[in-house]
């Protein structure tokens, strides 16, 4: 049976990430939906180098499986900014904070994006990434966003 880890909690924002009202706070909820809803969203900030959000998910059981495993991430640019930016989802285990970010499982990237349509990015991980998560009740999706 399919298991989907949901972002649950906001675990580290020092690159001033906003949801699409401005707002800095439970902002993992905008993007913690079953069915994308692209009314609500996170938002990096204008001009990024290098800004950091992360976002815990929910637990979800070991399926003892070293295939089904997939990361999505979608993504848009601002109309209003009209800036090309460049964006990385990465899977941690063990996040702490960026002097400790666990182990990185998998990452995805998705580059020169000035499109405002949304577009879904997915990867799959490997049998070697996948089996390297130990502890499915401590996984975190990081999102790196620049403008190169």
Wanted: hydrophobic content about 30%.
């Amino acid at each position: 049976m399919p298991q989907y880890g949901r972002p649950s909690a906001d675990t580290n924002n020092p690159g001033a990430f906003t949801d699409q009202a401005g707002g800095s706070t439970n902002i993992y909820m905008t993007i913690d939906e079953a069915t994308p809803d692209d009314a609500d969203y996170i938002r990096s900030p204008q001009s990024p180098s290098s800004a950091v959000y992360v976002t815990k998910l929910s637990a979800v059981t070991d399926p003892q499986l070293s295939t089904g495993h997939t990361l999505r991430m979608r993504t848009s640019a601002d109309l209003n900014n009209q800036e090309t930016l460049d964006f990385t989802q990465q899977l941690r285990q063990g996040y702490v904070n960026e002097g400790s970010p666990g182990t990185l499982i998998a990452a995805q990237s998705r580059t020169g994006v000035n499109s405002t349509t949304w577009t879904t990015s997915t990867y799959n991980l490997s049998g070697a990434e996948a089996d390297a998560i130990t502890d499915y009740a401590d996984l975190y999706l990081r999102f790196v966003v620049n403008k190169p």
